[in-house]
């Protein structure tokens, strides 16, 4: 059976399309020394992805995200100022300087990596899952051939799931326009990162109704990225990275922020807590 995938784009994820495939310069690396100089460190993440990027009711952004940004601004010994972005415009704001770093749950590709410096070890991994009404009486992918599945425009794993299960994508741009239209009925469920999606369920609104019956798949890592050729902040970034590795820094934030730690965040914990360097 021919699988299709109908999306729904606006202009801004065009953009971010564009410049993936077709990569301008990036903007001027500015340096841990320029930043320590401004006396802020500025941090592209993520608004609407709770609970890795969200605002309180105050409007503030907070979040499993916003805290790792703002212990390296702590290291760093400086402000921090919390830029919100989008899927369709992380890597440009990165390029066009608007930002040092982004930590916006941003899937290690190497398209990606091709336009942005990655930081290594990657800070998460999360897997691929389907919010789905408890009525559905889905419990395996496979019960979803044939069915329509509201999904995000531009994440990687939408035409995978498309190919491999037979479901139909489809596409809105953000995670919030798929989340109205799987509530209006316009699709069976919502395939999304599984973390998100557990975030979800934290809210009143959701956990009553909807669940993650299916196991989750496609694990993918996370990476942190800064502009090319920012080698000192990469360097600082990097070995932050480990030093929460070590510590359990972000096993820590994810119990914090009600997410079941991940394997992958285990795993790094144990790897590092007893390394020597």
């Known amino acids: 059976m021919r699988q299709t995938i109908r999306t729904f784009l606006t202009a801004g994820a065009l953009?971010?399309?564009?410049?993936?495939?077709?990569?301008?310069?990036?903007?001027?690396?500015?340096?841990?020394e320029a930043i320590k100089q401004r006396?802020?460190?500025?941090?592209?993440?993520?608004?609407?992805?709770?609970?890795?990027?969200?605002?309180?009711?105050?409007?503030?952004i907070i979040g499993l995200e916003p805290d790792l940004a703002a212990d390296?601004?702590?290291?760093?010994g400086v402000k921090l100022e919390?830029?919100?972005?989008?899927?369709?415009?992380?890597?440009?704001?990165?390029?066009?300087?608007?930002?040092?770093?982004?930590?916006?749950?941003l899937s290690d590709k190497p398209e990606r990596r091709r336009v942005v410096q990655a930081i290594d070890p990657q800070y998460y991994s999360d897997f691929v899952?389907?919010?789905?009404?408890?009525t559905s009486g889905i419990t395996d992918w496979a019960q979803l051939k044939g069915k329509p599945l509201c999904a995000t425009s531009g994440a990687w794993y939408n035409k995978d799931v498309a190919r491999t299960y037979g479901a139909e994508i489809v596409a809105f741009d953000g995670s919030e326009k798929p989340l109205f239209a799987l509530k209006q009925g316009n699709c069976l469920g919502y395939v999304y990162d599984q973390s998100m999606l557990q975030g979800k369920l934290l809210d009143d609104d959701w956990k009553?109704?909807?669940?993650?019956?299916?196991?989750?798949?496609?694990?993918?890592?996370?990476?942190?990225?800064?502009?090319?050729?920012?080698?000192?902040?990469?360097?600082?970034?990097?070995?932050?990275?480990?030093?929460?590795?070590?510590?359990?820094?972000?096993?820590?934030?994810?119990?914090?922020?009600?997410?079941?730690?991940?394997?992958?965040?285990?795993?790094?914990h144990e790897k590092y807590k007893n390394a020597t360097n």
């Open 15 to 32: 953009a971010a399309i564009s410049a993936l495939t077709v990569p301008g310069p990036a903007a001027a690396a500015d340096g841990v």
């Open 82 to 105: 919390l830029v919100p972005v989008v899927s369709a415009n992380r890597i440009e704001f990165l390029q066009q300087g608007k930002v040092d770093l982004l930590i916006a749950t």
């Open 208 to 268: 009553s109704g909807y669940a993650l019956p299916l196991k989750g798949i496609l694990d993918a890592p996370w990476m942190m990225a800064v502009a090319q050729g920012n080698t000192t902040l990469q360097t600082m970034v990097e070995d932050a990275t480990k030093d929460w590795m070590k510590t359990g820094f972000i096993v820590a934030g994810e119990r914090k922020w009600g997410i079941e730690p991940t394997a992958y965040s285990k795993a790094m």
């Open 39 to 60: 006396g802020t460190l500025i941090v592209g993440v993520k608004a609407d992805y709770k609970p890795f990027g969200f605002r309180d009711p105050s409007g503030t």
């Open 72 to 76: 390296l601004a702590k290291r760093l």
């Open 129 to 134: 899952n389907v919010l789905l009404p408890k």
